[in-house]
C-alpha cells in the first residue's frame, strides 16, 4: 500500500530555515498538501496542490514536490511554528505521513 | 466563516456503538465532499472516511470498513458516523473536515476541520 514518510522530528533555530520532508513512491506524480498542528487544536492547511498557500498563510511557508519527495520549507522561523507537520497525498484513498515535530530553538 | 462542529464522542467499552455528527455552517454544505479523519492520543492522523456531497459515493479505510457508516443530511447541513463494533484501538480524536469539490478526487484537500470529538473504546 501506499505510505508517505516523514522524519519524527525537526529542530531549528530562530531565524533560520527549516525543511521537512515526505517520501513515497513516485510521490512527484502526485498532489501532496501540508498541514500544521499545534498542541491541543486542530490542524490547519498550511499548503495545497503542492505549493499553493490558502490566504492567511505567511509567505515564509512553502512546498515543492519531485520524484519521490515533497518539502515544506519554512524560512525565517519563529518559534510560533513550533509544532506537527503532515504531509497528505492520494493513492486510491487519502494518506497521512507520521509526522514530523518541530522545534524552534 | 466556515465552522465545522463535531459532537457525541464519549467512553464505549468495547463492542459497543457510537454515534458522531459534525454540524456546519458558513458554507453550501450540499455542494461539497465531506470527510472524517482520526488521531489517537500522541499519535498521528488517519483517514478514516470521505462522502461525497450528494451522499451517493463513500469509501472508507480498510481498518473501519464494514463497521463505521459515514452518513449526510443536507437538509441540516450534518455529517455523521456511525460506528460500532467498537475496539480499543479506536480510540482517538475523531476530526470532520471539508472537501474542496462535491466528489472524492485525488487532488482534494482537507480544509478546515473541525475541534474534533474524543471517542474512548475500554472496559
Known amino acids: 500500500s501506499f505510505e508517505l514518510t516523514q522524519p519524527p522530528s525537526v529542530s531549528v533555530s530562530p531565524g533560520q530555515t527549516a525543511n521537512i520532508t515526505c517520501s513515497g513512491v513516485n510521490l512527484g506524480d502526485k498532489f501532496v498538501f501540508w498541514y500544521q498542528q499545534k498542541p491541543g487544536q486542530s490542524p490547519v492547511l498550511l499548503i495545497y496542490?503542492?505549493?499553493k498557500r490558502p490566504s492567511g498563510i505567511p509567505e515564509r511557508f512553502s512546498g515543492s514536490n519531485s520524484d519521490n519527495t515533497a518539502t515544506l520549507t519554512i524560512s525565517g522561523t519563529q518559534a510560533l511554528d513550533d509544532g506537527d507537520y503532515y504531509c497528505h497525498s492520494w493513492d486510491t484513498r487519502a494518506v497521512f505521513g507520521g509526522g514530523t515535530k518541530l522545534t524552534v530553538l | 466563516e466556515v465552522l465545522l462542529l463535531e459532537s457525541g464522542g464519549g467512553s464505549v467499552e468495547p463492542g459497543g456503538s457510537l454515534r458522531l455528527s459534525c454540524e456546519a455552517s458558513g458554507f453550501i454544505f450540499k455542494n461539497y465532499a465531506m470527510s472524517w479523519v482520526r488521531q489517537a492520543p500522541g499519535k498521528g492522523l488517519e483517514w478514516v472516511s470521505t462522502i461525497s456531497a450528494g451522499g451517493s459515493t463513500v469509501d472508507y479505510a480498510d481498518s473501519v470498513k464494514g463497521r463505521f457508516t459515514v452518513s449526510r443530511d443536507n437538509s441540516k447541513s450534518t455529517l455523521f458516523v456511525h460506528m460500532s463494533s467498537l475496539r480499543v484501538e479506536d480510540t482517538a480524536f475523531y476530526y470532520c473536515?471539508?472537501?474542496?469539490?462535491?466528489?472524492?478526487?485525488?487532488?482534494?484537500?482537507?480544509?478546515?476541520w473541525g475541534q474534533g470529538t474524543l471517542v474512548a473504546v475500554s472496559s
Open positions: 496542490q503542492d505549493n
Open positions: 473536515a471539508k472537501g474542496t469539490s462535491a466528489v472524492i478526487t485525488p487532488g482534494d484537500w482537507f480544509d478546515p
